[in-house]
């Protein structure tokens, strides 16, 4: 008896030392890649130079260039993709599916469909767009839990009505394009695409928002969330309230993905590919909320980056991500497939 608690006891702690490891050096690639994005560029500055605009010194050029320029986008995509990696990581571990994703599921079509609608038939500025894009995400959301609501919520059940429903808003999408004017089309597009072109502080103030109040609901979560990964009747049984975690868990989640979307437009599989690679890195045991916010982060700056220097034309950040996402979902329904399993 001593010698199986011995045991499990020294499991823990090697699985809690991998999960501080793993965090750590994911904090520690945030914050380098987070930096290289600021000092790089048509003109390169020195850390110091970037250290001195953030703490809100003066340097000439840097001033303007790292201050008013790089640094909008490097926070907004530092902090859209925390919410992107957080919010899809609480559906997939929710529903106990990898394929139960914001990008796979119609919220993110949802934003998209209600943004392509503002931009081209109500021709909205960007707050419009984006409380367009907001309202339309939540209410798709909810949409998808009535509709898959059938003494309780299944996982499978979910992600093939979301599927649907995505595939409707997608040739909404489409018919909507295909009546749009050429400038009207290209902000539209810009907006589909996902990308960090042109930001503003304007844009990342909400998400940062929106960050600072569902973030913390969801690390409150994470315990239950983590329970109903063992099955509704096992959570159930130790003490979980599977409905109250479920509701208080999609509506923080739709609201992250929803805020983020709006700022940037649906970056491709950042919320699909965060939680899968996240518990990969930190393996078995607890919650992957905060190693999958961090991924998402570093997915977000690393295209980010890519796109805009890795090829000889500039790419938007949701193009080098759908680049990236398009095979492992390929690859999770062969895998699938092959298992015998369903979705």
Known sequence: MSTTLTAVTRGRVRRGRRRQTVLAVLGVAVAVMFLVSLMVGQTFYPPGDVLRVILGGTVPGASFTVGELRLPRTVLALITGLCFGMGGVTFQTMMRNPLASPDIIGISSA??????????????????????????????????????????????????IGIGIAAMLNSATSYILNQAGQWDLQAATR?????????????????????????????????????????????????????????????????????????????????????????????????????????????????????????????????????????????????????????
């Open 111 to 160: 934003a998209g469909a209600a943004a392509a609608f503002a931009i081209i038939v109500l021709n909205l500025g960007e707050t419009g767009v984006s409380v367009f894009a907001i309202t339309a995400a939540l209410g798709v959301a909810l949409v998808i839990y009535v509709l898959s609501f059938k003494d309780g919520v299944a996982g499978t059940r979910l992600v093939l």
């Open 191 to 343: 907006w589909l695409n996902g990308s960090l072109n042109g930001s503003t502080w304007n844009e990342a103030l909400p998400v940062l928002l929106a960050l600072l109040v569902f973030g913390p609901v969801l690390l409150g979560q994470a315990r239950n969330l983590t329970m109903l990964q063992l099955g509704d009747d096992t959570a159930a049984a130790l003490g979980t309230r599977l409905e109250r975690t479920r509701l208080v868990s999609i509506v923080a989640a739709v609201g992250l993905i929803a805020f983020a979307t709006s700022a940037t437009g649906p970056i491709a599989f950042v919320a699909f590919l965060a939680g899968p690679i996240a518990a990969r890195l930190v393996g078995s045991g607890g919650s992957v909320l905060l190693p999958s916010a961090l991924v998402g982060s570093l997915l977000v700056l690393v295209a980010d980056f890519l796109g805009q220097f890795a090829f000889d034309t500039r790419f938007p950040v949701g193009v080098i991500t759908g680049v990236l996402g398009a095979p492992y979902l390929i690859y999770l329904l062969v895998r699938t497939n092959r298992a015998g399993g369903s979705l």
